[in-house]
Each structure stands twice: as C-alpha cells, then as structure tokens.
C-alpha cells in the first residue's frame, strides 16, 4: 500500500501544474482572511465599533453580529482584489408576509386557523427598501365571532372583520397586487416569511376551509430565521430577538400583521447589507396518494411537509418511504390473511425487505 501511494505521489509530482487539481481555497487570500479572522475574534467590542466606523459600516447589533460584518467587509474587499468574489443571490424583489389568525388562550391541536390579517411589504434590492405594501382583512367563517383573547393580541376588532371581504376575495386582490408590480412576470421574486408556519399552517388551512386551489405563490419561500441563524452563526431566533441581536427596536404594534412583516424586512435589509445570500430554503409538498377515506376522485391530500430546499428530497423521502413501508405491511397482512401464512414467516420476510429498502434508501441520500 506504501509502495503505492509513493508511486503515486510520484505520477503527481511529474504532471505539469495545470494538470493537478487545485482546491477552490488554495489561493493565498484565504490564509491571508483566515488570519484576519482570528484577529477579529479577539477583538473587543469597542475596538471592533471603531474599525466599522472607520469603514464606514453600521455599528449596530450584538458583538457577534458586528464581528460578521467586519469579517464580511474584508472578505468581499480582498476576494474582489483577486478577482474571486462571488456575488450574493438576491432576487430583485422580496414580498415579506406575516398573516394573522384567529385563536383562542389555548388553542386544541385542530383548531381551524383563519386569516383575518393579509398583510404583505415589497422590499427592491435595488434601492434597498421598502417599495410598496398589501393589506387586507379577512372575514372569518368557521369562527366568525373573535375571541377576546385575539382582539387583544392582534388588535383586530370584531367590527372590523365583519366589514371585511372573504378569504377568496382578498387573496384574488393580493395576486392582482402581484401582477400589478410585474412579479413572477418581468421580475424574479421571492416570499419570506418568519418561519415555516404562515404558509405551512395557515395559508393551506385556509384554502382548505375557503374551498380555493393552493396559490403558486406560497409553494415555496424564504424563512427568514434560517438565513439569520445561518448568517450570523446564532440560535435559530424569534422576530423580536433577531431584531435585539440586530440592536434595532421593534417598530410599530406586535402582532399587527403589517407592523410584524415591515419589521422583517428591517432584518432583510440588513441581512443584505451584510453581504448574506437571500434564497429558497423551504417549500410545501402535497402530496395525494390512496386512501380508504377517498374523495370524489378517489384521491385524498395525505400530507404537507415544509422542507429545506438546498436539501429536497432527503427529508421528504424519508417520509415518503416511511409511508411506503406501511402500506407494503398492510400489504403482507392482507396478503397473509388470504395465503395463511405463519407470522413468523411473514415478520422475518418483511424484517429482510425493510432492511434492504433501508439501505438502498440510505446509499442513494449518502447517509
């Protein structure tokens, strides 16, 4: 084997230079950041406001947060004097969306969630802020009577919903706004959201209870949360925590829908003046499959899954296979019950399969 691996360290070492495969991190500049990075993490906070001031960057936010910024500034300054800067993915419109639903003190695990806040802020790229926004309010129809508890956490009234228009309507003037602004047309853009649960929870509940098709729009979109935690290196945090580790005060009323989604673009924009790449990282899958309990068409909605999207089908098919054994057991049980053959045969049969599907699962997602 050592005879080998000098025979081959040999061969190497005889091809010409263009020939030898280099890694994407050789060129010197990275040792050269690497350095300056160690230097930065020793900083103290106070000498770290001043190098920002000098370079003539914000210094709000945590002492991480700034340590990111600077380290960010040097990084695009050296790589774009070596030519290797690779610029960050922006779209270049971003449509925040934060809904409010009604709720109860406690709510049960199916309670039916509806919109009654259709809020929505369009942040350009360009000029790095906010352009325009969408709001609307929803009458509810499962619960049409608010609790008091979500008058007082949403500061929606009862009146107020009573004089909206229904779900449907709303979300078909929301979409005119989109057209409106060329979105998904002329431009390229993407929806973001705090968290997987707007469009995961209560936009598909919503279409669900209002009788509507599941908008193109909210099949995939932007976690903000994700993009920060990834970022900045920090805990995966709550609107109001991102904004505190950003050093910058919520602006508005909470859980206001309109307030709640300009606040999310005040992270957004920071996130890209900082240099962060703002792209997909989740989208919704539904999935129709057989089912005893069948509809019309003899297919029903079996599940909705929110995955990473960098990642798509790793989670999913996890889910899908899971879903595929169970039935292929419900399979051999029939199968069993028609055939009588023993358990105990049958278990070891279905043991071994399990096994194999495992691991040809595990080859292909490289686990």
């Given at each position: 084997?050592?005879?080998?691996?000098?025979v081959?360290?040999?061969?190497?070492?005889?091809?010409?230079?263009?020939?030898?495969k280099?890694?994407p991190?050789?060129?010197?500049?990275?040792k050269?950041l690497?350095k300056?990075?160690?230097?930065i993490n020793?900083?103290?906070?106070d000498?770290i406001i001043?190098?920002?001031?000098q370079?003539?960057?914000?210094?709000?936010?945590?002492h991480?947060?700034?340590?990111?910024r600077?380290k960010?500034y040097?990084k695009?300054?050296?790589?774009?004097?070596?030519?290797l800067?690779?610029?960050?993915k922006?779209?270049?419109y971003?449509?925040?969306?934060d809904?409010e639903?009604?709720c109860e003190?406690?709510n049960?695990?199916?309670?039916?969630?509806?919109i009654?806040e259709?809020p929505a802020?369009?942040v350009?790229t360009?000029k790095l802020?906010i352009?325009d926004?969408?709001?609307?309010?929803?009458?509810p129809?499962?619960?049409p009577?608010?609790?008091?508890?979500?008058?007082?956490l949403?500061g929606?009234?009862q009146?107020?919903?009573?004089n909206s228009q229904?779900f449907d309507?709303?979300?078909?003037?929301?979409?005119a706004?989109l057209?409106?602004?060329?979105?998904?047309?002329k431009?390229?853009?993407?929806v973001?959201?705090?968290?997987?649960?707007?469009m995961g929870?209560?936009?598909y509940?919503q279409?669900?209870?209002?009788?509507?098709?599941?908008?193109r729009f909210?099949?995939?979109w932007i976690?903000i949360?994700?993009i920060f935690?990834?970022?900045?290196?920090s805990?995966r945090?709550?609107?109001r925590?991102?904004?505190e580790?950003?050093?910058?005060g919520?602006?508005?009323r909470?859980?206001?829908?309109?307030d709640?989604?300009?606040n999310?673009a005040r992270?957004?924009?920071r996130?890209?003046s900082?240099g962060a790449?703002?792209?997909?990282?989740?989208r919704?899958?539904l999935?129709?499959?057989?089912?005893?309990?069948r509809?019309?068409?003899?297919q029903?909605?079996?599940?909705v899954v929110?995955?990473p999207s960098n990642r798509p089908?790793k989670d999913?098919?996890?889910?899908?296979?899971?879903r595929?054994?169970?039935?292929?057991?419900?399979?051999?049980?029939?199968q069993?019950e028609?055939t009588g053959?023993?358990?105990?045969e049958?278990d070891?049969?279905?043991?071994e399969?399990?096994c194999?599907d495992?691991?040809?699962?595990?080859?292909?997602l490289?686990t």
């Amino acid at each position: 084997m050592a005879e080998k691996q000098s025979v081959d360290e040999a061969e190497k070492e005889n091809l010409p230079a263009d020939d030898v495969k280099k890694s994407p991190f050789s060129d010197a500049v990275y040792k050269e950041l690497a350095k300056i990075n160690g230097r930065i993490n020793q900083m103290t906070k106070d000498a770290i406001i001043r190098k920002l001031k000098q370079c003539k960057l914000s210094t709000e936010g945590s002492h991480e947060i700034l340590k990111k910024r600077l380290k960010n500034y040097y990084k695009t300054e050296k790589l774009q004097t070596h030519n290797l800067l690779v610029a960050s993915k922006l779209h270049p419109y971003y449509v925040i969306v934060d809904f409010e639903a009604t709720c109860e003190e406690v709510n049960s695990s199916d309670y039916p969630h509806e919109i009654i806040e259709f809020p929505a802020v369009l942040v350009s790229t360009e000029k790095l802020e906010i352009v325009d926004h969408f709001q609307a309010y929803c009458k509810p129809i499962v619960n049409p009577k608010l609790s008091d508890f979500c008058v007082e956490l949403t500061g929606i009234t009862q009146e107020k919903v009573d004089n909206s228009q229904p779900f449907d309507e709303v979300l078909e003037s929301f979409e005119a706004w989109l057209k409106k602004h060329k979105l998904g047309s002329k431009f390229k853009y993407g929806v973001v959201t705090d968290g997987p649960w707007d469009m995961g929870r209560f936009l598909y509940g919503q279409c669900k209870i209002s009788g509507v098709p599941y908008p193109r729009f909210g099949n995939k979109w932007i976690n903000i949360r994700k993009i920060f935690s990834s970022f900045y290196k920090s805990k995966r945090y709550c609107l109001r925590l991102m904004l505190e580790h950003l050093d910058i005060g919520f602006e508005g009323r909470p859980h206001c829908g309109l307030d709640d989604a300009r606040n999310i673009a005040r992270i957004l924009l920071r996130l890209i003046s900082d240099g962060a790449s703002i792209q997909v990282n989740e989208r919704i899958h539904l999935t129709r499959c057989n089912s005893k309990s069948r509809g019309s068409d003899g297919q029903v909605e079996k599940l909705v899954v929110s995955i990473p999207s960098n990642r798509p089908t790793k989670d999913y098919t996890r889910v899908h296979r899971d879903r595929c054994r169970r039935e292929k057991k419900q399979q051999q049980q029939q199968q069993r019950e028609h055939t009588g053959v023993s358990d105990m045969e049958s278990d070891g049969s279905s043991k071994e399969t399990e096994c194999e599907d495992s691991k040809n699962e595990d080859k292909k997602l490289g686990t």
